[in-house]
């Protein structure tokens, strides 16, 4: 197992993502315990240390289970994650009583790492909100030694993340992004890095290979990448990218069965960050994936400047798009429809007019009112 710093720690290459265990049934709200705790087991005695829970995974049963798979071991001898859940707002008054139910039920005594959970688009007003007080709260946690090291995952577009920093970045010691090569250029991920690096924040990375979908490619991306790593597993690739990313310090997975963890224990025995021609590669690849799906908008915004109702039209392909691979490639379908709440019912897709003007403009000859229709019976 590899092992990067983080303030005099030693933090294993690869985390243990508890969002995706081994369920009975296909009822994701019934966890596996016995495979659950083998592969706790295997995960310990490989040297991983990190593991990552939260509230709402597995209809709340992930820290209940998590924690007692845990429990055998000696407390020092793993770092234990948990979040706020500010994804849903009617939890925002209830940090304190959230928080120790937490605790009860991982039976942990303390947190390693706490994060606000899931900054974007829709929560963003009521976390910054004083009233709630949820970053006093989780700062005298701190001082009392039940939260180790603070930070916060954010799912939101750049102008979120760099919201959240203005207000509490000085308090923020690492922050966790969706970050995989698809992602790279796709959600921004390169700027979200740069910004983080530039602020000296240490980069939690979810979803490396979104959802699960970036572990098998069609046949000719796979060759293309065989060609230049012939013993390469292909979920490796994902993870040889985040090796190469600087700022990069811990890699949370969340495997679903022995064999995911006994795959991912082989690829983090090292590192072996990809060299330029095969990033160049990847990138082709990951351009290839795309292309499969989005509508190719250039956000030229000609068709805004001819819009009576002056809707973002790129703004809501660019969602559109996200939407469309999402399924695709991850499943968990939550950003674009996030992110719509926080646009101007007037300025959504169900106020276009369908007059078409903007088409008349568009320099890709997008059929942007058919797109319209399609994002509100896919989305709304």
Known sequence: MIYRDFQGMKLSGLGFGAMRLPVVGGNDGCID????????????????????????????????????????????????????????LSNMPKVKEIFEKQLEKTG???????LFHNV??????????????????????????????????????????????????????????????????????????????????????????????????????????????PNEEIPAWAFRFLQSIPGVSMILSGMSDLQQLRSNLRTFEADHPLNEEEMACLMKVSGEIQSQKSIPCTACHYCVSHCPQGIDIPRLIALYNEHLLTVDYGGMAFIAPMA???????????????????????????????????????IG
């Open 33 to 88: 315990q016995e495979q659950t705790f083998q592969m706790v087991d295997e995960a310990m005695a490989a040297g991983i240390n990190y593991y990552d829970t939260a509230w709402g995974y597995h209809g709340g049963n992930s820290e209940l289970v998590l924690g007692e798979a845990l429990s055998k071991y000696p407390r020092e001898s793993y770092y234990l994650a948990d979040k706020f859940p500010g994804y849903d």
């Open 120 to 229: 974007c688009e829709m929560n963003i007003n009521e976390y910054l909100d004083p009233k709630y007080g949820i970053l006093d709260f989780l700062l005298e946690q701190k001082k009392n030694g039940r939260i180790r090291h603070l930070g916060f995952s954010c799912h939101g577009e750049m102008n979120i993340l760099m919201r959240f920093l203005e207000a509490y970045g000085q308090h923020m010691e690492f922050c966790q992004i969706q970050l995989n090569y698809l992602d790279w250029e796709f959600q921004h991920g390169k700027e979200k890095v740069a910004l983080l690096n530039e602020r000296k924040i240490p980069v939690w990375v979810m979803e490396p290979l979104r959802g699960g979908k970036l572990a098998k490619l069609n046949g000719s991306m796979e060759q293309e990448l065989k060609a230049l790593r």
């Open 340 to 378: 719509l709440m926080a646009i101007p019912e007037e300025k959504r897709p169900a106020s276009c007019l369908h007059c078409q003007s903007c088409e008349q403009v568009c320099p890709q000859q997008i059929q942007i009112s058919d797109f319209m229709s399609d994002f509100v019976s896919k």
């Open 108 to 114: 942990a005594g303390y947190f390693d790492f706490y």
